[in-house]
């Protein structure tokens, strides 16, 4: 059973993908064809946004913000441990410095305490300006942001919602991607509405952020496009993608209510026996992934192996623990460490059989005993 399929989704919309690629093929517009705008303008819809800026890859739609507000040498940028690499990886990439924070041991998102003692703790060193926050919406569920923009207005602090893999999901009614000051996703094919390369978008009501990212993701370019007014970078979507993801668009919402269907029953098979992530009253995960955490965990690893169930370990390092950022500034951040030690992710895709659910939570429970 594989972790993710994605053909059997590809199965489901082949004639209308077909279509959509042949008419960027025959339209001939590769770069910024008239896909790219109709998607943007529907994913804004979607996620109840004023303006979508789609680029190249997830990573990207983290970066051209910092870029946008001059975020750079001497700044620091406060951002979850318990990620993947590329929330933090923009932040060097900016020149700036990323500054972890503990994360929330139900919630696995980023802890409001210990985001609090992180900026008290730059500001009492002085070496760096607090400027932005990066909080994730980690395996498609919302961070806490009535607290993380309370604490960004008080401190004056740019928040970007990392949105990487919550397109779709939703808090008290407010969607995903619409967190924050800006929000960048990921169209990465293993996510909730992903296309079939790299892709992703910048998510924002700010007119004047939408422009200056739109500016950047294409060489700094403005108007007619032949004088660069600021340095960018090659940013864009390809016109094919954007066809792909108009077409993963129609099936979307069904892909969530499925997911969330094997994430239910997951959750109500697990509670009590294995730790798993919680939902606060009012979230829809989009379920990008569906993690645990257990005691032995390569004891249910090679359960799971045994039984021909995929699995992966997101995420097996904590940030801070990377060698990529052992300079970063040291703080105890106990709860993404032990997280590291003991998540085990499972099979989510909407595409799931009863019966492979009920394979993988017998598997699981066998094992933990
Ligand atoms: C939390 C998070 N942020 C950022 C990214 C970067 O997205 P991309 O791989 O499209 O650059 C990812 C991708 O996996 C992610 O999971």
Not at 44 to 56: I, K, L, R, S, W
């Amino acid at each position: 059973m594989q972790f993710i399929d994605l053909g059997a989704q590809r199965a489901k919309i082949h004639d209308r993908l077909k279509a959509a690629v042949e008419r960027v093929l025959e339209g001939g517009r590769y770069i910024l064809g008239p896909e790219v705008a109709e998607f943007e303008q529907k994913l804004a819809t979607y996620a109840g946004v004023e303006h979508v800026v789609a680029c190249a890859n997830g990573t990207d739609a983290l970066l051209l913000p910092l870029y946008a507000s001059g975020i750079g040498p001497g700044d620091a940028v406060f951002v979850p441990s318990f990620t993947f690499a590329a929330t933090a990886e923009v932040v060097a990439l900016a020149k700036a410095e990323p500054v972890f924070v503990d994360v929330d041991a139900s919630t696995y998102n980023i802890d409001i305490a210990s985001l609090e003692a992180a900026i008290a703790m730059v500001k009492k060193e002085g070496r760096l300006k607090p400027k932005a926050i990066i909080p994730v919406d980690l395996f498609g569920l919302a961070a806490d942001y009535d607290a993380i923009m309370a604490i960004a207005k008080r401190e004056n602090l740019l928040v970007i919602e990392d949105a990487a893999q919550s397109m779709g999901g939703s808090a008290d009614g407010t969607m995903c991607g619409a967190f924050g000051h800006v929000a960048g996703t990921s169209f990465y094919p293993a996510k909730p509405l992903g296309c079939y390369g790299d892709g992703g978008a910048i998510l924002t009501d700010s007119d004047e952020l939408a422009e200056a990212v739109r500016t950047l993701r294409s060489h700094g370019r403005q108007g007619t496009g032949d004088v660069a007014v600021r340095n960018g970078i090659t940013g864009r979507l390809d016109t094919l993608q954007a066809a792909v993801l108009l077409s993963k668009l129609t099936v979307f919402e069904d892909e969530l209510e499925k997911r969330d269907a094997v994430a239910r029953r997951y959750d109500a098979a697990f509670a009590g026996k294995v730790g798993i992530q919680k939902r606060p009253a009012g979230y829809f995960s989009a379920n990008a992934i569906y993690t645990i955490t257990v005691r032995d965990r390569d004891g249910l690893k090679a359960e799971l192996d045994a039984r021909g169930i995929g699995n992966a370990f997101f995420y097996r390092l904590a940030l801070h623990q990377h060698p990529a950022f052992a300079e970063a500034p040291k703080r105890p951040l106990p709860v993404s460490e032990k997280l590291a030690d003991t998540v085990i992710s499972l099979p989510m895709h909407p595409d799931l059989t009863d019966d492979e659910v009920e394979r993988v939570v017998a598997a699981v429970l066998d094992a933990v005993g």
